[in-house]
């Protein structure tokens, strides 16, 4: 299937100073800097210097328990929860916006929302990036859909499976006051998908310059368990510096909630810790 044109979260190219005809816009990205490009803020690419693209809804609809009791929407609502400002965008057009905006970034990362429920127009839009740019494309996802032609293009694959406290309770609904036509039961099933895991750990074991990493997100060990039983001992493929333990939190404050038992588990099991630089130096953003 062919298209041309893809699902963008408002605003989804970013940080950038230039659009699609190359003129300079009338603002500065939300970093403060006069340039486009951030840093990714987590995982085994922390500290590179990108470009991103968010794509527009996701097939999950997260939200988390804080310890003070607190109710911890996914950080990017707006393209999940309530794509009402997303925009169909012309794949040239897009193309166009990040070849005006890479500069000296040759790092590009796909985020969501979920990447891969549009997986034909983020194929066309990366091979013909590719054609005209060397360049390294990312791809975060929560990892239940596979697609085949679209993982051909990416060259890492960061991973984000949801565990159990992902999953939109009433408890929690009632507390948000979100109204969403999610049934717990359903979208416990959905938010695991081990096969398609598989496809994108074995992908990256069998294609020379690939690579991936399993980035969970934690609040309590009783997560830690349920990571090593119903995730890791069901996937082969992988190292203990692919797992990548990050704290629950979209602030600063909800984030030292939290991040000491991920720091704690990482080093008691070789794994990774992640922090949120992001949320750190830009204060968690959006388009940064
Ligand atoms: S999978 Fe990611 S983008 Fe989708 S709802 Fe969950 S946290 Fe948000």
Redesign the pocket.
């Known amino acids: 299937m062919t298209t041309d044109y893809i699902f963008l979260a408002p605003e989804a190219v970013f940080p950038i100073t230039k659009d699609e005809n190359g003129n300079l816009m009338d603002t500065n990205p939300a970093t403060g800097f006069s340039f486009a490009g951030t840093i990714q803020g987590e995982g085994k690419m922390a500290g590179v210097p990108v470009l991103f693209i968010r794509t527009a809804g ?5 939200m988390w328990l804080l310890p003070d009791g607190e109710v911890s929407l ?4 707006f ?3 309530d794509t009402r400002g997303e925009k169909r965008v012309p794949i040239e057009t897009v193309k166009n916006i990040v070849l005006n905006n890479l500069g000296k970034l040759n790092h590009l990362v796909i985020s ?3 990447p891969f429920i549009q997986p034909a127009g983020l194929t066309s839009l990366i091979s013909g990036l590719k054609k005209e740019r060397e360049l390294h494309v990312s791809v975060e996802s ?1 990892g239940t859909i596979f697609n085949e032609e679209l993982v051909e293009q990416l060259d890492f694959f960061s991973i ?1 499976p ?1 565990l159990k406290n ?1 999953v939109p309770t009433k408890e929690k609904l009632d507390k948000t006051g979100i109204n969403i036509p999610f049934e717990p039961a359903q979208a416990d099933k959905t938010r695991r998908n081990i096969k398609a895991i598989q496809q994108f750990i074995d992908h990256c074991n069998y294609t020379e310059g690939k690579d991936f990493q399993l980035k969970f997100v934690v609040q309590n060990r009783t997560e830690l368990s349920e990571i090593e039983e119903t995730f890791l001992s069901q996937l082969s493929g992988w190292q203990p510096d692919d797992i990548v333990l990050m704290p629950l939190g979209s602030t600063p404050d909800e984030l030292r909630q939290t991040r000491m038992i991920a720091v704690e588990a990482a080093i008691e099991r070789g794994w990774r810790f992640s922090p949120r630089l992001q949320i750190n130096y830009f204060g968690g953003l959006a388009g940064v």
Request: hydrophobic share 15%; with cysteine.
């Open positions: 996701c097939n999950l609809r997260c996914c950080d990017t609502p393209a999940s929860f969501g929302g979920e929560n984000s949801k992902s």
